[in-house]
């Protein structure tokens, strides 16, 4: 299931109040997906770590009245009295079976002895695969019994909005669009003993390319790190093979002319041929796209090959949705109507965006 999906089906779950986990490889969203519904819906999250607990800590620190003879439990800070929200179980199958084990009751009835959960929180899960090599303990059926699951698969076309949205660097978006494969190596492309090697020798690297750890590396591009140090930081982050392709693409990225330059001179600006270096171009012209010039963004993008078109307005229109009320947006899109029918469907998902 992609992202846009998860947060669809995630929304539909917290309504009918019904507890769902997430399942997927390390470092693919998982909790940001769940973050997200938060800050949609306006509504606090608490995350809770059962790995970090012990099974009594969820019940809570006993106290004894030694004249009644009758012990009572002092309920932990961590669960919620009162409002609305979610209880993030991340890496639920991080926890020993025990601790699982506590929280049958809280995650079925929403109730732990005394305690009752609030009418307006509810519960959500997460956790990685054991063939993820991650730490994992096995969940019990009694406990997955207690979830309705959805897996969550990494999308690239998710990934970018996510990313256009959230101030990753132009060169990283850019060599994402370029090199779409390489946003989760995780993950195995087709079922060859080849690939299968090839995802086995990942799980034994250090780093290792994720959507996490693109996002790592844009921080790290962002602070601009000199050159003796790049490859070597680059590699830390999403492994030696990625690092190298990235590197490559950033010498096309760094040889583009300036953009604002470019946009002063849209009809006679040179056009690149260099796929890497059209992607390059596509992604930074967006990040500059704005009403004010976008008659001049639209004049040059008229000259570039038409999925670039159409690549660099959907970026647009993603970090600025009113765009697509200008003149020279819609002047663009009447002049692309008559393109290949594949174009002309992702035109018209352009004029609904917003």
Known sequence: MRPAQVLSSLNLLIDAQLPCMLHGSPGVGKSDVVRQVAKQRGIDIIDLRLSQLDPVDLRGVPSVDTKAH?????LPDFLPRS????LFFDEINSAAQATQAAAYQLILDRKLGDYTLPEGWSMVAAGNRAT?????????????????????????DDWCDWALRSGIETSVLGFIRFRPMLLNEFEPRN??????????????????????????LSRVVGHAPSPDIEYELYSGIVGEGCAAEFMGYLKYYRS????DALLMNPDKADVPTEPATLYALATGLASKAAPDNMERVVKYALRMPAEFQVLLMKDAIVR?????????????????ADRSEEHTSELQSLITIS
């Not at 583009?256 to 953009?259: H, R």
């Open 132 to 156: 993820d090599r991650a730490i994992v303990n096995q969940m019990s059926t009694a406990l997955k019994n207690r979830f309705a699951h959805l897996q969550y698969e990494v999308n690239n």
């Open 70 to 74: 009758i012990t009572s439990w002092n």
């Open 191 to 216: 079922d060859s003993k080849e690939e299968r090697d090839r995802v086995q020798r990942l799980r034994d690297a250090q780093a290792f390319a994720t959507p996490r750890s693109w996002e790592f």
């Open 256 to 259: 583009l002319p300036n953009l």
């Open 83 to 86: 409002g609305k929200g979610i």
């Open 320 to 336: 600025d949705s009113a765009l697509t009320n200008t003149r020279d947006f819609n002047t663009w899109a009447l002049a692309n």
